[in-house]
Nanobody, 123 residues
Framework: VQLQASGGGLVQTGGSLRLSCVAS????????IGWFRQAPGKERDFVSA????????ISADSVRGRFTISRDVAKKTVYLQMNSLKPEDTAVYYC?????????????????WGKGTLVTVSS
């Protein structure tokens, strides 16, 4: 089982990045996929999640309206489009998979974790 996150980097305030999470080794269509982030010295926080069907998403208040999550079944990939980035968005971003709901994923019910990708937003 593997969740490979990529797309992080250095961007200025107000800029955009798109993160990708490529899944392998499990039945992608059966799992909700989400993104979490961990800033230096802080706990890991939920960012956004999408249902296994792709029909519904949920996001944290801090990113709603700026970040959009989507999934491509054919590519077994979930994307996180991040716009209007702020310095407080600086963190290592992790993708995660859950056989349950997006609500469960938001509460930390995670089956698989991927390795993170670093996003740095300069002021």
């Amino acid at each position: 089982v593997q969740l490979q996150a990529s797309g992080g980097g250095l961007v200025q305030t107000g800029g955009s990045l798109r993160l990708s999470c490529v899944a392998s080794g499990f039945t992608f269509d059966d799992y909700a996929i989400g993104w979490f982030r961990q800033a230096p010295g802080k706990e890991r926080d939920f960012v956004s999640a999408i249902t296994s069907s792709g029909s519904s998403t949920i996001s944290a208040d801090s990113v709603r309206g700026r970040f959009t999550i989507s999934r491509d079944v054919a590519k077994k990939t979930v994307y996180l489009q991040m716009n209007s980035l702020k310095p407080e968005d600086t963190a290592v971003y992790y993708c995660a998979a859950s056989y349950g709901s997006t609500t469960g994923l938001m509460k930390g019910v995670v089956g698989y974790w991927g390795k993170g990708t670093l996003v740095t937003v300069s002021s």
